[in-house]
């Protein structure tokens, strides 16, 4: 994110999450062509985000792509559910096992499926997706390297607004409760008003950071299952 067009891509992304599911598969869009551009050395590797057909379809893929890839571990956990309603305990909790291991599978595989259908055109995910663990395993060491720095960048896009938010929260309280200046209605006016707007630079924040770690995470990925050399002709 050191780059100029990297931030702006990061600020429009976020502008672009205002519109909320549209926003968000403009984002995943937007991945998909920072890893094409990284995998083929085409500059700049982070281009100008703007609203365009092909940005958002490619968004919709790889929205089909994590929602087909998690639907087998949900739908066995709502089966799991259904069969503990029954009380049929054994089958409930075999269930779910199952779940939890599909689960876990689609989240370790699903960004080298992602990746490589950008990249490569390769549609592995959605033919064979259990294949993909073979060239996860070539550059394993690679791979759980992008996964740490990927989750990392996911836990303080989370973890950052929240604690920002508890913090003002518990200010605000606290300020409340021990001046007795503010219990009047119009103190506590301006009250609600600073607590409206904490909360919408909080959630700027969120969006900025959710953003940056999306792009972290495609970067990182391209990076541990490419080398982060250009595999074709560069495009300047």
């Known amino acids: 994110m050191s780059s100029p067009q990297a931030r702006a891509g990061v600020l429009r ?7 909320l599911l549209p926003g968000w598969v403009l984002n995943l869009g937007y991945r998909w062509d920072v890893a094409t551009r990284l995998y083929l050395g085409t500059v700049p590797t ?14 919709l893929v790889v929205w089909g792509v994590i929602a087909i890839s998690l639907s087998p571990g ?25 779940a939890g291991l ?33 060239p996860v395993r070539l550059r394993l060491g690679a791979y759980l390297y992008a996964w740490c720095i ?9 973890a950052v607004p929240a604690v920002l938010g508890a ?14 200046a503010l219990r009047p209605p119009p103190a506590l006016h301006s009250i609600t008003v600073l607590e409206g707007l904490a909360f919408l630079l909080n959630t700027v924040l ?7 770690a999306w792009q972290v995470a495609g970067y990182a ?11 074709g002709k560069p495009v300047d």
């Open 102 to 134: 599909l689960l876990l599978a689609a989240f370790l595989l699903v960004p080298a499926g992602m990746t490589r259908l950008g990249c490569q055109g390769d549609r592995t995910v959605f033919t064979a997706p259990w294949r993909l663990w073979r």
């Open 167 to 180: 913090a003002g929260w518990l200010s605000l309280w606290t300020w409340v409760h021990t001046v007795p």
């Open 150 to 158: 990927a989750g990392s960048a996911i836990a303080v896009s989370l």
């Open 74 to 98: 949900a739908v066995l956990a709502l089966l799991g559910g259904g069969a503990r309603l029954a009380r049929a305990q054994a089958l409930a909790q075999g269930l779910w096992l199952l």
């Open 13 to 19: 992304g976020a502008l672009a999450l205002l519109t």
């Open 46 to 59: 982070f281009p100008p985000l703007r609203w365009s057909r092909r940005v958002v379809r490619q968004g």
């Open 206 to 212: 969120f969006f900025v950071l959710s953003v940056w």
């Open 221 to 231: 990925f391209t990076v541990a299952l490419y080398g982060g050399y250009p595999q």
